[in-house]
């Protein structure tokens, strides 16, 4: 049990299936300058500001995980770089000691203006958001996004000095899956690392039948190697994600498959959302109120600590995503930290 694992001494979350936590996703704003089709309704009602965990809050949060063992940080959203003063959180974040790496998914929208900052802040890897190289096809999937701006952030990204550059994209089914080999041809001629994720039900999106876009990763590898061999690889990089190598290429290939190839069994993440809920599941509804427990104890770290231990006895053994009945979860990925 996490309490006892705690008590002889070890600053270790582990969960009641053994399950080691050492990862933690924060979501450090719900607002986006997308509206993804699959992530968002066109017409969102974001979370009052008054509600949303400070950035002072959210480091106090990250420095009491530090403590309990987490060894990762990611900062998502929403779109973490529409945030006001990210890359200061991202600068103390970073040199909290224990802390081994901290990442960051972004949309690439502001990357052309804030790259450097990323980079001297102390992130080395990024993720940045990318399911096609057509402008129209992109405005369509994003609702208003400009592919351009995208682009020439992801070029500023590659010239800043970071270690790895991942694309992630999520192929829909009459949206984007004829573009699986465009894209791959584009991150391999720019020494940049991919991942396919499957679409998952988070939130009920008016206009969008997750059924009927479901592409499967078993279909995009089979797409794949059509045109370019792929090699099994054991890497790992803290995520969920199978990896696999194209042979004379720097390329990675990785696919997140919550629906195919169910990852729950190793999951050794939690995630905290802008309200400062700690979620034990992305595809379950057990959480913690932290902010409650940040905002009655200020600055007490040692009560936010043991909260965060009793919580991983709520942390359940797996998701139940169901594509084809209406999504059990409520929340959208903004909220929950993608
Ligand atoms: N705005 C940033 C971005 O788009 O990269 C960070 C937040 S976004 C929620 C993080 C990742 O979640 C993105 O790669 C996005 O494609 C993915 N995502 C969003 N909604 C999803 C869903 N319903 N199923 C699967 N992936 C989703
Ligand atoms: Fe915004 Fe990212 Fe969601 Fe797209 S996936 S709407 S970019 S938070």
Not at 33 to 54: G, H, I, K, Q, S
């Amino acid at each position: 049990m996490s309490t006892e694992t705690q008590e002889a001494g070890s600053p270790a979350l582990i969960d009641r299936f053994g399950r080691h936590v050492d990862y933690v996703r924060i979501s450090v704003t719900d607002r986006c300058d997308f509206r993804c089709v699959y992530c968002m309704n066109e017409d969102m009602r974001f979370v009052p500001r008054a509600r949303l965990l400070t950035l002072e809050e959210i480091l106090f949060v990250a420095r009491a995980f530090t403590e309990l063992g987490v060894r990762r940080i990611r900062l998502t959203g929403g779109e973490p770089l529409v945030r006001r003063n990210i890359t200061w959180l991202l600068k103390e974040i970073h040199d909290l000691p224990g802390l081994d790496e901290l990442l960051l998914t972004t949309n690439g929208s502001q990357l052309a203006r804030l790259s450097g900052k990323i980079h001297d802040a102390g992130v080395r890897r990024i993720n940045i958001s990318l399911d096609s190289l057509r402008p129209e096809r992109f405005r369509r999937i994003t609702r208003n996004g400009d592919l351009g701006k995208v682009l020439s952030g992801i070029e500023v990204a590659r010239s800043a000095g970071f270690d790895r550059i991942k694309i992630n994209t999520v192929i829909l089914k009459h949206y984007n899956d004829d573009e699986i080999i465009d894209l791959l041809r584009y991150v391999i001629a720019h020494s940049m690392d991919i991942s396919f994720i499957e679409e998952m039900p988070l939130g009920v999106i008016g206009d969008h039948d997750r059924a009927a876009s479901y592409y499967s990763s078993d279909d995009i590898r089979r797409d794949i190697e059509r045109h370019f061999p792929l090699q099994a690889s054991s890497e790992k990089t803290g995520g969920p994600a199978r990896y696999f190598r194209i042979p004379e290429t720097e390329t990675r290939v990785g696919f997140i498959s919550p629906h195919s190839h169910n990852f729950c069994s190793t999951c050794n993440r939690v995630r905290l959302t802008t309200e400062g809920r700690l979620l034990l599941c992305l595809g379950q509804e057990h959480s913690v109120d932290l902010r409650h427990v940040v905002r009655s104890w200020p600055g007490d770290i040692d009560i936010l600590k043991q909260a965060i231990i009793d919580a991983m006895d709520l942390k359940p053994e797996g998701h139940d995503f169901q594509l084809d009945s209406r999504p059990v979860i409520l929340r959208h990925m903004n909220v929950t930290g993608g």
